[in-house]
Nanobody
Framework: QVQLVESGGGLVQAGGSLRLSCAVS????????MAWFRQAPGNEREFVAR????????DYADSVKGRFTISRDNAKNSVYLQMNSLKPEDTAVYYC???????????????WGQGTQVTVSS
């Protein structure tokens, strides 16, 4: 069974930074595409960033491009999201996801974490 556990969320002022981490159990981490999604109250879950199994391909939503960076460490079974220049509209619960296919579509990811709250104050 694959389990994902996010950490690193919190309260930060606009313009600040946070680094989210997602620890993944299981031996097959290096074969999974990984992604971060977020969901604000009343909104649908939206794609934030994705990274291929080997880490060579990365892709971002337009709303975070240039501010967020996704990375992974296959030796540590972990994926990260460095968030800089945070804005109040980045406030949401952030989820990491793992799957066989590198995609922006949430439904195509097989495994999900429980989420971590990020709140950006103005």
């Amino acid at each position: 069974q694959v389990q994902l556990v996010e950490s690193g969320g919190g309260l930060v002022q606009a313009g600040g930074s946070l680094r989210l981490s997602c620890a993944v159990s299981g031996r097959a981490f290096g074969t999974y595409a990984m992604a971060w999604f977020r969901q604000a109250p009343g909104n649908e879950r939206e794609f934030v960033a994705r990274i291929s199994a080997g880490g060579t391909m990365r892709d971002y939503a337009d709303s975070v491009k240039g501010r967020f960076t996704i990375s992974r460490d296959n030796a540590k079974n972990s994926v990260y999201l460095q968030m800089n220049s945070l804005k109040p509209e980045d406030t949401a619960v952030y989820y990491c996801a793992a799957g066989a296919v590198l995609t922006r579509i949430a439904a195509q990811y097989s495994y999900w974490g429980q989420g971590t709250q990020v709140t950006v104050s103005s």
